[in-house]
């Protein structure tokens, strides 16, 4: 069973190092370079786990964020970040993002809370 | 009291002209010494009393060289002679800066003008010797005021960059984390090696762009504000030494200053270079202290676009595995101090698109430090 993972990062390196992560774990990867691509591209329906940097031109990750759940989406977001204050992750969490993790971060912790979040999401 | 009022006096020879000029003479701040053309003191005003600490009679008669350290006192009488051969001016009518040495044998960096004047068929030269010390100090202060205020101002910019670089190192440490997480993971399912190898690579190239944002922030932090200009570097190299060895008693060091006459022009920031000479120097001066033979060389070289600066002591030494990282931050043989004074003169001396090394003394023990610096200045 694939799942589908969705990465919005404006970084083509961590883009394409985060497709071959998940590939190697055996999700279908689905990546895009901007909040208003990944939009774009978003239908109400959409299962799996959306990977989402905070940091980004245009609409940044808390937009999308409001953007989602303003369509009543139920996927789950996991936000990316390289700040490091507490108030982000806070900030990430009321906004509605179910986990979060700081950049730079060891693949094994983005992989649980992926895993985690998908589990919850099937439950 | 002048001697060489006295000089008139008992000759009969005075006049009231002379007497005059003399009275006015004894007025001026500055000490005066008149000496004669083999280098012998004929007069030494009372100012020259107070700064030196020595009574008139006690020099008067005596070489002048006396008045100098170390290796100004061994050459001066070179100086007068070339002087006397050649006329080639090298500080009559020109005034430069120049260490001295009183009476305890304390060194005191001074501004030096000489005057020349014919009397009784012979030559005399009138030296003037005005104490900088005071003023030496104000500017070393105003320079570590103004380093201060730069480092500062840079400190600033440092904090405003520190987020764009910590996304820009974020970037790639992620990308490389993932990768290297995704190469773990082939790994575990057996994947061919051709994919393992293939995510290896891709680390590897984002590790190098990582590399390339730190090299970007050292060229930012070795950058500095400094404002360059042609200097002949024997003259830095000799105030330098003058500045350094301020206070310093003597404690039977003897200074060995070996400055090439063909050393060039170099475009460089002289506040900078001395620092880096000053603080070579007084390393020099401390690494002696227990040593029973004190010898502090200083030298320059002029070499094939390069002009060498060496300081060298008869210290103790440094080992070599202490040599291998003596200009790394941190790193100090001694007992009180951070030992970030080599690392500041590295940068320095790197900035200016030199190279500072360290060898082993050429005698028995003892340490020389030397630094290169282009003579057509940093590469852009």
């Known amino acids: 069973m694939d799942q589908d993972i969705y990465i919005v990062d404006d970084d083509e390196a961590v883009r394409d190092s985060l497709r071959a992560l998940f590939e190697a774990h055996g999700f279908a990867v689905h990546d895009f370079a901007s909040g208003s691509d990944f939009l774009k591209h978003h239908a109400p329906d959409m299962h799996g786990c959306l990977v989402l940097d905070v940091n980004l031109p245009g609409i940044d990750g808390f937009e999308v964020l409001r953007a989602l759940a303003a369509t009543g989406s139920r996927l789950p977001v996991i936000i990316m970040t390289a700040r490091t204050d507490g108030r982000t992750s806070a900030h990430a969490i009321e906004a509605g993002a179910i986990g979060f993790v700081q950049k730079p971060f060891v693949s094994s912790q983005l992989m649980d809370l992926v895993r985690s979040a998908l589990q919850a999401t099937q439950c | ?380």
């Open chain 2, 1 to 380: 009291m002048s001697a060489r009022q006295d000089q008139f006096s008992a000759s009969g020879d005075a006049d009231d002209t002379t007497a005059r000029l003399q009275s006015v003479l004894e007025t001026v701040p500055d000490a005066m010494v008149v000496i004669d053309e083999r280098g012998l003191i004929d007069s030494f005003s009372r100012a020259a009393e107070r700064m030196f600490g020595y009574a008139a009679t006690e020099v008067v008669g005596r070489n002048v060289s006396m008045l100098m350290p170390a290796p100004y006192r061994d050459e001066h009488h070179r100086y007068i002679e070339r002087y006397l051969r050649t006329g080639e001016r090298r500080i009559i009518g020109v005034g430069r800066v120049v260490p001295a040495q009183r009476k305890d044998g304390t060194t005191f960096p001074v501004e030096l003008s000489v005057g020349e004047v014919q009397f009784r068929g012979g030559r005399l030269f009138i030296g003037f010797i005005h104490d900088i010390t005071q003023r030496r100090r104000t500017e070393r202060r105003l320079d570590e005021l103004m380093t201060e205020l730069a480092h500062v101002s840079r400190v600033n910019e440092i904090g405003q960059m520190g987020s764009t670089l910590a996304h820009e190192l974020n970037q790639p440490l992620t990308a490389i984390l993932a990768y290297l997480g995704a190469a773990q993971q082939l790994l575990e399912s057996n994947a061919g090696r051709d994919k393992v190898r293939s995510m290896i690579e891709r680390a590897v190239n984002q590790a190098e762009r990582a590399g390339a944002v730190i090299q970007k922030l050292r060229e930012f932090l070795g950058k500095g504000r400094t404002v360059r200009h042609l200097e002949s570097i024997n003259k830095v190299v000799e105030e330098a030494s003058a500045l350094a060895l301020i206070g310093a008693k003597q404690q039977g060091i003897r200074t060995r200053l070996e400055l090439d006459p063909a050393a060039p022009m170099v475009a460089i920031d002289r506040v900078q270079i001395q620092q880096v000479l000053v603080n070579l120097i007084r390393n020099a001066v401390e690494a002696m202290s227990e040593s029973a033979t004190r010898e502090l060389g200083i030298r320059t070289d002029a070499g094939d676009g390069v002009v060498t600066i060496s300081v060298s002591d008869t210290g103790a030494g440094i080992s070599s595995d202490v040599a291998a990282k003596l200009f790394e931050p941190f790193v100090s043989t001694k007992a009180q101090g951070m030992g970030i004074g080599l690392s500041i003169c590295r940068s320095i001396v790197q900035s200016h698109g030199g190279d500072i090394q360290v060898r082993p003394g050429a005698s028995d023990g003892g340490t020389t430090f030397f630094f290169t610096l282009p003579v057509d200045g940093p590469k852009p």
